[in-house]
């Protein structure tokens, strides 16, 4: 399959420079091609995937693929989407987010091939150098104020009067109009992608391209990622899913795509995992079938965080996510357990409730709110429903002591199914 066909088949597609010499150009040979991004964090977040994979897809397809870090243009900000300036980052912080972006991008991209390598290039290294004198006369008199302001990002904000838009802003697209100019002179790159608001500045670098080389090279667009029910994707009640996991343990991590809208899972099966057309479309028909199953959700999660943290970690994140629904605790680290601290209710108790002999386990059930009163917690244990640390308790009489704790500090409590608090201790 050509990797038009493949884009296409998944709805990556959005919008495409003529389309019949692209598709002849990806028929003639591999090409080389680059997407960028602007290190504003630490860390890239899930909102950045469907434009990085595609680079992946281009690069298992034999293409060359550039990521390009905006040293330069990250210092500006993209008006593109924003309604009001972004906040200016400094020289310093842009570079530590640039050396921090690149090892997440080793996950995805391949830059050991001998084949066709992956590339990472920061577009400072061809802006600061060129003064801006030089860069009005050289770059900027190929470009109309008129256009300028047509174009959907600059638009948009200057018709707010309140936010406006500043001219640091609006020269963007000069910049990266520029970025494309200097791989295609400096690497025969001949195609930039990106997702669909960058529509404006891609067909700037062109028309900068045509102008000043004289050279045909091509846009194409991805889909920008919306929720069935209108939200931002990848934004969640606590902020966005970053794939550093400092930022969004793997633990969230999995649980994002497993709670997928079911309107939305074999959409992102196609958007971001790598399983081929007949194996989404299995899950998509169990899906269709038993959605109570959650088979495809469980599929997108695992693909996914496999992806971006590893194996191991999505194995250790899958048990965890088990362990609310009854799994055993045995192995799971301290983080996760802390994770899952989190998806519970929880009560603080004094250490002093377990010393020595410690308190009766029906107390306990009572003190956390799963039964109203200690007859009801003797009915519950006795009835084969009252769980410590996720093991059945059947005796109304055990005495819960200090020996009990998790990692010294946390008591895992469940009443039936699903009605889990953990104590703490203060």
């Known amino acids: ?3 038009y066909a493949e884009l296409a088949a998944r709805g990556l597609v959005a919008d495409c420079t003529d389309q019949e010499e692209l598709l002849k150009r990806f028929a003639a040979a591999p090409m080389t091609l680059y997407c960028g991004f602007d290190p ?17 897809r281009f690069q298992l397809l034999g293409h060359h693929p550039i990521a390009v870090a905006g040293g330069a243009t990250g210092s500006i900000g993209d008006p593109s989407g924003k309604s009001a300036e972004r906040q200016l980052l400094t020289r310093e912080v842009l570079a530590a987010n640039i050396a921090s972006v690149k090892e997440q991008l080793r996950r995805l991209l391949d830059f050991e091939t001998t084949v066709n390598p992956a590339r990472l290039v920061d577009n400072a290294a061809w802006t600061a150098p060129v003064s801006f004198l030089d860069f009005l006369r050289d770059i900027g008199k190929h470009f109309s104020v008129n256009m300028m302001v047509q174009k959907e990002s600059v638009r948009a904000r200057m018709e707010d009067r309140e ?7 609006f020269s963007y697209m000069l910049l990266q109009a520029f970025d494309f100019y200097h791989l295609r002179r400096e690497l025969n790159c001949e195609l930039q992608i990106g997702g669909s608001d960058q529509w404006g500045n891609i067909t700037a670098g062109i028309e900068l391209c045509r102008k000043k080389l004289g050279a045909q090279v091509f846009g194409l667009t991805l889909p920008l990622i919306t929720n069935a029910d209108g939200t931002k994707f990848g934004k969640t009640v606590a902020g966005a899913i970053w794939l550093d996991p400092k930022r969004t343990s793997v633990y969230r991590f999995y649980q994002f795509w497993v709670r997928t809208d079911d309107r939305d899972v074999v959409r992102y099966l196609n958007y971001f995992t790598f399983l081929d057309q007949a194996e989404i479309a299995t899950l998509a028909a169990k899906h269709a079938e038993n959605p109570g199953a959650r088979e495809a959700h469980k599929a997108l999660a695992r693909a996914v965080t496999d992806l971006i943290h590893g194996p191991a970690a999505t194995t250790e994140a899958i048990r965890a996510s088990e362990i609310l629904f009854g799994g055993g605790l045995e192995g799971v680290s301290e983080a996760t357990f802390a994770d899952i601290v989190g ?84």
């Open 343 to 426: 998806e519970a209710p929880s009560r603080e108790i004094g250490r002093e409730a377990l010393a020595g002999d410690g308190t009766a386990f029906v107390e306990l059930l009572v003190l956390s709110g799963l039964a109203a009163s200690k007859g009801q917690a003797r009915k519950d244990i006795e009835g084969g429903g009252a769980y410590l640390n996720n093991v059945r308790e059947a005796n109304p009489a055990r005495l819960v002591t200090s020996a009990d704790l998790l990692f010294g500090k946390h008591l895992l409590l469940r009443k039936g199914k699903r009605n889990y608090v953990v104590l703490t201790i203060n």
């Open 163 to 169: 936010a406006g838009i500043s001219y640091t802003e």
């Open 1 to 3: 399959m050509n990797i």
């Open 40 to 56: 504003t964090a630490d860390s890239l977040h899930v909102g950045n995937l469907v434009p990085l994979l595609a680079l992946r």
